[in-house]
């Protein structure tokens, strides 16, 4: 079976890598290999875009389809036949490319260069003001090892303010503690009592930004602080930013996640059942979906 073999080549600032003699993917004896780097104008590699590997006849089904590598490479074994490659990021226009792949070949793309969806990868500068009736701030947690439990803060207000350089821009949220809800009120008054939220001693929970990063296209690391009874961690959002639509006004959108763990804000209520499995997991997974209007 023939082998694709990595050649030395040329990365971004001059940076190269060895691999000449190691094995990528064994070649299929009825059909072939297709690889690709993708990056943006600038050359930096884009890691996280989503390539397909579409038929171009009959049902163009969707062949394969997975994700650039941290360094941006794509490679995967296909049938042979005549395809259509398409790679698609947030933030950035769509790219194809018409590829054919035959017994026992390399389809090798090269570079592909990806252009910035100017219309979705910057809001204008200004003060955005959370629309709390178009926004969700929710959680996930684990009960008893087997299920999840989902809920959400129902009232908050913020406001974000995006610079003219992106990366000084900073967002500031305050979330009303007694407004979790879980849809079960027997839990819900657990959630808010001294176990965990003290909602009595600590009303509000907050929220401020200390940095912006763009990472690539439309996807941003937001990093910050988080206040919960009293307690005051690190906190780090992965977000998409959605873009900028006309509705009652100027919004734009974006969702974030991160993973909270409950002893580092004095949450540590805990119940075990048999074999020491804990009641309620120690992980929190955050989910937001974010909406907001700009201020004139």
Do not use: K
């Not at 049902?59 to 005549?82: H, K, M, Q």
Request: aromatic content about 6%; glycine content about 10%; charged content about 20%.
């Amino acid at each position: 079976m023939a082998l694709l073999r990595r050649r030395r080549r040329s990365l971004v600032g001059g940076e190269t890598y060895r691999d000449a003699d190691h094995a990528l993917m064994p070649i299929p004896p009825t059909g072939g290999l297709v690889s690709a780097q993708l990056r943006n104008v600038e050359g930096r590699p884009l890691p996280g875009v989503t390539v397909a590997v579409i038929e171009t006849e009959g049902l163009r089904r969707v062949v394969t389809e997975s994700v650039t590598d941290p360094f941006g490479f794509y490679t995967a074994a296909v049938p042979s036949g005549t395809y259509t490659l398409r790679a698609g990021l947030g933030g950035y226009t769509t790219l194809t490319r018409d590829i054919i792949v035959g017994r026992g070949d390399h389809a090798a793309l090269g570079a592909l260069t990806m252009s910035a969806d100017q219309g979705s990868t910057r809001p204008s500068p200004g003060e955005w003001v959370i629309d709390d009736a178009h926004s969700r701030l929710g959680f996930v947690a684990r009960h008893i090892a087997l299920s999840r439990v989902y809920g959400q803060f129902t009232r908050f207000r913020g406001s974000i303010q995006i610079a003219e350089d992106i990366e000084d821009s900073s967002i500031d949220v305050v979330i009303d503690a007694a407004s979790i809800e879980t849809h079960n009120a027997q839990r819900d008054a657990h959630l808010r009592s001294q176990d965990f939220l003290a909602v009595d001693e600590h009303p509000q929970l907050q929220f401020s930004s200390t940095r912006f990063v763009v990472r690539s296209g439309n996807s941003w690391t937001i990093d910050g602080e988080l206040s919960i009874r009293g307690r005051t961690n690190d906190v780090r959002l992965d977000t998409t930013y959605l873009g900028t639509q006309s509705w009652n006004g100027t919004r734009i959108g974006a969702t974030a996640t991160t993973s909270l763990h409950r002893e580092h804000f004095t949450l540590n209520w805990q119940q075990m059942v048999a074999r020491g499995i804990p009641v309620v997991g120690s992980t929190i997974q955050i989910h937001l979906d974010v909406q907001a209007v700009l201020q004139l």
